[in-house]
């Protein structure tokens, strides 16, 4: 039953790696890797944060600024990759002469990921950013 059960998760793992790599890739390796790179260091810095609440809470309080920098990053280039997708979509499309529905909906779909990624990578590191700052607040009022 449990051999069952871990070849069941692997498949559905490998699934959903499979999907998100794929979207990572249809998205644009250069924009999705430089959000990708701005939400590790934001995870990065959250833990860092998390780490030094007692020890160095002045060192703490600079990995917020880092947080907040670091996700307003990842969230502008997922709009300026967006913006870019849109326009080279809209340029196949004048080249080619024709909009069928089809090239027009993967396009969109395109041009749509970077800024998804960079929403979820503003959102992760915001929810980060609100514990941090709760959990120094209560640690200041300890102290």
């Known amino acids: 039953m449990k051999l069952k059960t ?3 998760m692997a ?3 490998g699934l959903l790696g499979a999907t998100l790599l794929n979207r990572f890739l249809e998205g644009g ?3 999705m890797s430089l959000i990708l790179i701005c939400f590790l260091l934001s995870i990065y810095f959250t833990l860092s944060g998390f780490i030094n609440i007692k020890t160095n809470p002045s060192l703490s309080n600079k990995m917020l ?3 907040n920098d ?3 990053l990842g969230l502008t280039l997922g709009f300026l990759g967006g913006y870019l997708g849109f326009i080279s979509g809209f340029d196949a499309i004048e080249a080619s002469g024709n ?4 090239i027009l909906a993967g396009g969109i779909k395109v041009g749509l990921l970077p800024p ?3 929403l979820f990578t503003f959102a992760v590191c915001r929810i980060g950013m609100l514990i ?3 959990i120094q607040k209560n640690s200041h009022d300890i102290n």
């Open 65 to 67: 600024r880092l947080i």
């Open 11 to 13: 498949i559905i793992t």
């Open 99 to 102: 909009a069928e529905p089809v």
């Open 132 to 134: 941090l700052r709760i």
């Open 116 to 118: 998804l990624f960079g």
């Open 70 to 72: 670091s996700s307003i």
């Open 29 to 31: 390796a250069l924009f």
């Open 6 to 8: 871990i070849r069941i």
